[in-house]
């Protein structure tokens, strides 16, 4: 539900909590890449890691049933030393997707990971961080080196029999059918045949590392009334999605840095409304499709 005020900016209700992210890593990431929103780095240590016993907890607050995903996320979400038993855990209630750089996935802890799938009534999702389909161009922002690493934990996934999935900022604003066609051929030579839900294309969030490195918000980047008018509100991750970081609950994946953010301690002391006051908003509002949670409805 939509609530428009010409006095203040447009608020979405959450209808169900679909998908519930889990910030494992707080900010911390063995890479630091010259785009990400978060400031996400080996030496940021502002949030604390997510234990298992706090998973645990949210969970009891989880409506079970209208729950379709939990996603894993940082940081670097496989830098957790718990990080196989909270797989283990919330695999038992739904799919898992783990937002990951793969540069930490080798074949021994595919083949792991892969079983813990086959003992499971759910999936386990790979949702892999490549921003461009040649070196030079992903080294530029991930790092030197980066590329192949991605590439080799790609490599050892689809080899133990996942699929995962590329997710790219588009930083160059090139042609999306070239952009789409290169990724398909890259990933063509990993022995499976890619199709259009292995590539996620997200557009650039201007905070973080990426408003320091490049440029930020202008000063009329955020929702009106008017121009939500041509949004799916589905498309806003906030209608079906909430974050449970160390320090509390957020509403957005890309709102677990800034105080705003945040709308309680627990799941059961937070509202569902939520006002679309922050720049980051604009974001999904201009890009009218999911930015965080997985389309599984392609068109």
């Not at 997510?50 to 496989?78: C, F, S, W």
């Not at 919330?90 to 086959?118: G, M, S």
């Not at 301690?265 to 509202?271: A, G, I, R, V």
Request: charged share 25%; aromatic share 10%.
């Amino acid at each position: 539900m939509l609530t428009g005020l010409n006095f203040q900016a447009p608020c979405i209700e959450m209808s169900n909590l679909n998908n519930l992210w889990l910030q494992i890593t707080g900010l911390t990431c063995n890479l630091k890449c010259r785009h990400c929103y978060l400031s996400c780095n080996p030496a940021n240590k502002t949030k604390n890691f997510l234990n298992l016993e706090k998973i645990r907890k949210a969970m009891d607050r989880v409506n079970k049933n209208e729950l379709e995903e939990i996603y894993l996320t940082g940081g670097e979400p496989l830098l957790h030393r718990d990080i196989n038993n909270i797989i283990r855990f919330c695999i038992k209630y739904t799919n898992v997707n783990i937002i990951t750089n793969a540069t930490l996935i080798n074949d021994k802890k595919a083949r792991f990971l892969r079983q813990i799938e086959i003992d499971s009534d759910y999936e386990i999702i790979f949702r892999i961080s490549l921003d461009h389909y040649k070196e030079h161009k992903n080294d530029e922002i991930r790092g030197k080196g980066s590329y192949k690493k991605i590439l080799n934990g790609i490599k050892s996934l689809v080899n133990n029999g996942f699929n995962p999935i590329i997710s790219a900022v588009d930083l160059w604003n090139e042609d999306e059918a070239e952009f789409r066609n290169g990724f398909f051929n890259l990933l063509s030579e990993f022995n499976f045949e890619p199709s259009e839900i292995n590539l996620k294309t997200i557009p650039v969030l201007k905070t973080g590392e990426y408003e320091k490195n490049f440029s930020g918000y202008e000063e009329n980047d955020f929702v009106t009334a008017e121009n939500i008018k041509n949004c799916t509100l589905e498309n806003f991750d906030c209608s079906n999605t909430r974050v449970i970081a160390e320090d509390g609950v957020y509403v957005c994946p890309a709102l677990v840095n800034d105080p705003r953010g945040k709308i309680g301690e627990t799941l059961s002391d937070s509202p569902n409304k939520f006002f679309l006051e922050l720049n980051t908003c604009f974001s999904c509002q201009h890009a009218n499709k999911k930015l965080f949670n997985n389309e599984w409805k392609v068109s």
